[in-house]
C-alpha cells in the first residue's frame, strides 16, 4: 500500500529545509573540471549561495553573478548585463566553460537564455532555474540535463563497458568517488555527472574560488554518448537519464532509488554481476559481512527508538530504508519538496513541509536526523539528533562522510546507534 503524502499548503515556511534550483544549479556547475558557475539574477542570489556552500564543505566556491539590479530588471533583458559580467571576470578567471542559469527575479521577467547565449562568443551551458519552483534536487538535475543537451555528442558507437554514473545532488563527494571504484572493480571505465568526487572532496587546490579545478572533464562530457550503461541514483535523476536517452537510445539505463544499506547495495552488486559476469572482490564481500554485523549489534540500540527524518527526497528515503533494516521506527519523513519516491517511503507519516512541522510531532520520536538548523529543536526537545543534509554548519569534513554501500552503511548505523547509546548514558549519569 503506498503511504499517503500530506502536502503542508501553509502560506508561509517556518524554519525551512528547503534550498533553491539556483543553489541545485551551483553545485552541478561545480562538478565539471574548468567551469565557473554564473547566476543571473541579483548579488545577493549568488552571495548566499556562496557563501552557505563555503560554510558547509569549508571551501571556496566558484561562482559569480550578473548582478541585475532595479535599473537592469527593467531595462535590459538580460543581452548586455550577461555580457558585462562575463567581460567582467575574464582578465581573473578563464573557465572553459560556463554554467549560467536563472533565478527567481530573471525567469520571472522572461529572460530568454538561449537567445542570450546565442549572441556571446564563449562556451556556455544554460539552464532555467527559477528559485520559485522545484528545489535543490531539481536545479542539480536541471544543470547535468543541460550539459547532455547541449554539450554531449551523438555517439557513434556503444562502448558495453563504459558506464555513465548519474548521482543525486545529496551524495557526498567521497560517496560518488566510491560507487566509480566499485563500478571499475568489475571492470567499467566510469564518469559521473556532475563529478563533486574530485573538486568539493576537501582536498588542497589552487585559484578554487577563480575556476573549478576538479570534476569531469569537458571532452569526456562530449563523449558520454558512446557510454552503453547509464546508472542514475535518485528519483530526481530520472530526468537527466532520459535526456541521455534522447541522444544514445540503445544504451541501457539503470536506476536505483539509493544506495544504502544492505538491499540497496545487494540490488546494486546483482545488476553489476548480471551485466558482467564477474563477482565482486574479496574486498567487497567482506564489508557485506561486516555490515551484517552492524545490523546486529546496531539493532540493540536502533530497534527501540523512533525516527523522524527531514531533507531533500532522495536521501531522506533511503536513509529511512537503511535505519528500518536494523529495525528502528520511521515515525515520519519530512521531505523539502514533492517527489515521485515519497510513495515508496517505508514512514508512518510522509510530509512536504519544514522544520516547524517536524517539531509539531517530535513527542514521536527518538531520534531526529536532519541539517544543522534541526539542532535547536533537538535540543529543545531532549532528542538526539544526527546531523545529515545541507547545511551542515560548525563541523569539518563533512565531504568525506560515507553512508553508502556496505561500508558507508556500516559506519552510519555505528554512528546512529553510539549517538543514541551516548545519550542514553549521559541521561542517566547526569
Given at each position: ?8 499548503n ?9 534550498l ?10 561545480l ?9 543571473h539574477g541579483a ?7 556562496k557563501?552557505?556552500f563555503?560554510?558547509?564543505?569549508c571551501?571556496p566556491?566558484?561562482?559569480?553573478t550578473?548582478?541585475v539590479?532595479e535599473v537592469?530588471?527593467?531595462f ?8 558585462e559580467a562575463?567581460q ?13 542559469f536563472?533565478?527567481g527575479m530573471?525567469?520571472a521577467k522572461g529572460d ?5 547565449v546565442?549572441?556571446i562568443d ?7 532555474t527559477p528559485d520559485f519552483?522545484?528545489?535543490l534536487?531539481?536545479?542539480?538535475a536541471?544543470?547535468a540535463?543541460?550539459f547532455?543537451?547541449?554539450v554531449?555528442e ?5 562502448r ?10 545529496s551524495l557526498?563527494p567521497l560517496?560518488v ?5 566499485l563500478?571499475?572493480?568489475?571492470g567499467?571505465?566510469?564518469y ?8 568539493l572532496d576537501?582536498?588542497l ?5 577563480s575556476?573549478c579545478q576538479?570534476?569531469i ?6 563523449q558520454l ?8 541514483i ?5 530526468p537527466?537519464?532520459?535526456e541521455f536517452?534522447?541522444?544514445s537510445p540503445h544504451s ?5 532509488p ?7 547495495t ?9 551485466l558482467t559476469?564477474k563477482?565482486?572482490d ?5 564489508w557485506r559481512k561486516r555490515h ?9 540500540s ?5 525516527f ?5 527526497p532522495?536521501?531522506i ?8 533494516e536494523?529495525?528502528g521506527t520511521?515515525?515520519a519523513?519530512v521531505?523539502?519538496t514533492?517527489?515521485?519516491?515519497l510513495e515508496?517511503s517505508?514512514a ?6 519544514d522544520?516547524?512541522?517536524v ?6 520520536c527518538?531520534v531526529l536526523?536532519?541539517?544543522y538548523?534541526g539542532?535547536?529543536?533537538?535540543h529543545?526537545?531532549?532528542?538526539v539528533?544526527?546531523l545529515r543534509g ?6 569539518i569534513?563533512v565531504q568525506?562522510k560515507?553512508d ?7 559506519h552510519?548505523?555505528v554512528?546512529v546507534?553510539n ?5 542514553h548514558a549521559?541521561r542517566?549519569?547526569?
Open positions: 500500500m503506498k503511504p499517503n503524502v500530506i502536502m503542508k501553509k502560506s508561509i515556511q517556518v524554519y525551512p529545509i528547503k533553491s534550483q539556483p543553489m541545485g544549479a551551483t553545485l552541478a556547475v562538478g565539471v573540471k574548468g567551469s565557473l558557475a554564473l547566476a548579488v545577493g542570489c549568488s552571495s548566499l549561495t557563501i552557505f563555503t560554510r558547509h564543505f571551501d566556491i566558484a561562482i559569480r550578473t548582478a539590479n537592469t530588471a527593467i535590459d533583458g538580460g543581452d548586455g548585463i550577461v555580457k562575463i567582467n571576470f575574464l582578465p581573473r578567471a578563464k573557465p572553459e566553460i560556463i554554467g549560467l536563472s533565478t530573471t525567469s530568454d537564455l538561449k537567445r542570450i546565442s549572441a564563449y562556451p556556455i551551458v544554460y539552464a532555467d519552483v522545484g528545489g534536487e531539481s536545479g542539480w536541471k544543470m540535463a543541460a547532455i543537451e547541449q554531449m551523438s555517439p557513434k558507437s556503444i558495453s563497458d563504459k558506464v555513465l554514473l548519474l548521482p543525486h545532488v557526498h560517496e568517488e566510491g560507487v566509480k571504484d563500478l571499475t572493480g568489475f567499467f571505465e566510469v559521473a555527472l556532475p563529478d563533486l568526487s574530485e573538486s576537501g582536498h587546490g589552487v585559484n578554487q574560488a575556476v576538479g570534476g572533464a569537458m571532452n569526456d562530457i562530449r554518448g558512446s557510454a552503453g550503461i547509464v546508472i542514475s535518485g528519483a530526481s535523476m530520472l537527466v537519464a532520459e536517452l534522447k541522444k541501457v539505463h539503470i536506476n536505483l539509493g544506495i544504502m544499506g544492505l538491499q540497496a545487494d540490488t546494486l552488486i546483482e545488476h553489476l554481476m548480471r559476469g563477482e565482486p574479496h574486498r567487497v564481500k567482506h551484517q554485523d552492524a545490523l546486529i549489534d546496531s539493532h540493540f536502533i530497534g527501540r527508538k523512533r523522524i527524518l527531514a531533507g531533500e532522495d536521501r528515503v533511503d536513509m529511512a530504508n537503511c535505519i528500518a536494523a529495525g520511521i515515525s519523513l521531505a523539502s514533492p517527489s515521485k519516491l515508496r517505508v508512518q507519516r510522509t510530509f512536504v513541509g522544520l516547524e512541522d517539531e509539531g510531532m517530535i513527542d514521536d527518538d536526523i536532519s541539517n538548523h539542532e535547536r529543536i533537538a529543545r526537545h531532549g532528542k539528533q544526527v545541507f547545511p551542515i554548519l560548525e563541523q569534513g568525506l560515507v553508502t554501500l556496505y561500508n558507508g552503511g556500516t552510519f548505523l554512528e546507534a549517538a543514541i547509546i551516548t545519550d549521559h542517566q549519569y547526569h
